[in-house]
């Protein structure tokens, strides 16, 4: 079987399961999120086995299995209307489908040069930057103390960062140097959810201000990584980084 025949019933198996997702008892909820989860890891073991190994190239597979997460949890954020649901079906389906070609991608890239690289990791940046949010607008919902609440963030965009960072090398060996970025990174924005927790912001507009820290976070790390971490770019971000914490600053209701 081709891969793209792969990629395509990893996508249709994956959108049903979120159909049947809908029809469950409430009190599955979090059961069969995880048990999508590991669906998710499986379809994409099968569908990129030829690039994968026992090496770095597994975490290609972090990304769809925090997506599919990411989207479960937001899923019961959402209105129970049915018509609410379906164009959040049919998204997950196509993206699903993007991780497919943009991991394998990936997988190729780590073994050979490939022409498709530099879109594939433009589409993995913001596929990186939407899992953040979904699930940071998920762990501020779920309004739990502060002790549980940084600690969450931090930890669970380990992960994240590491996958971010490595599709910027994309070395099959393990890089210390692309996971110090990672847990530093991973620090950084444990310490900015501290500073969300008492700032009176909304969960949404909160968590696209931590989604735009590791817009910056990425971004930076990736361009070190890279070798271009040039003074220009630099401003660039420290900028983009006041003129949305200014942004923020004039949205809060401080009399509230």
């Not at 939407?130 to 380990?158: C, M, R």
């Not at 692309?178 to 847990?183: A, D, Y």
């Amino acid at each position: 079987m081709s891969k793209r025949k792969r990629f395509i019933i990893t996508s249709a198996s994956l959108s049903l399961g979120f159909i049947i997702l809908q029809l469950l008892p409430e009190q599955y909820r979090f059961g069969s999120i995880a048990a999508l989860g590991i669906l998710t890891l499986g379809l994409f073991i099968w569908s990129l086995r030829e690039g994968l190994g026992f090496d770095t190239t597994l975490l290609t597979l972090v990304l769809p299995v925090a997506f599919t997460v990411g989207v479960g949890l937001f899923w019961f954020l959402l209105p129970s209307n049915i018509f609410a649901k379906i164009p959040i079906v049919i998204i997950y389906a196509f993206t699903i489908y993007a991780l497919c070609l943009t991991m394998n991608i990936y997988t190729v890239a780590a073994i050979r040069t490939i022409a498709l690289l530099r879109a594939a990791r433009g589409v993995g940046f913001v596929l990186t930057l939407l899992v953040f949010f979904l699930i940071f607008d998920t762990i501020l919902s779920l309004k739990v103390p502060l002790y549980l609440t940084s600690p969450a963030v931090a930890l669970i965009s380990i992960p994240l960062f590491f996958q971010g960072f490595w599709s910027a090398v994309l070395d099959k060996s393990f890089s210390l140097e692309v996971m110090k970025i990672s847990l530093v990174s991973s620090l950084i924005i444990g310490e900015i959810a501290v500073g969300i927790y008492f700032w009176p912001v909304t969960i949404t507009v909160g968590s696209i201000f931590l989604t735009v820290a590791v817009y910056e976070l990425l971004g930076l790390g990736q361009a070190k990584l890279e070798g271009r971490l040039f003074a220009q770019t630099v401003r660039e971000y420290f900028f983009l980084g006041i003129a949305v914490f200014v942004g923020m600053f004039l949205a809060t209701h401080w009399g509230g």
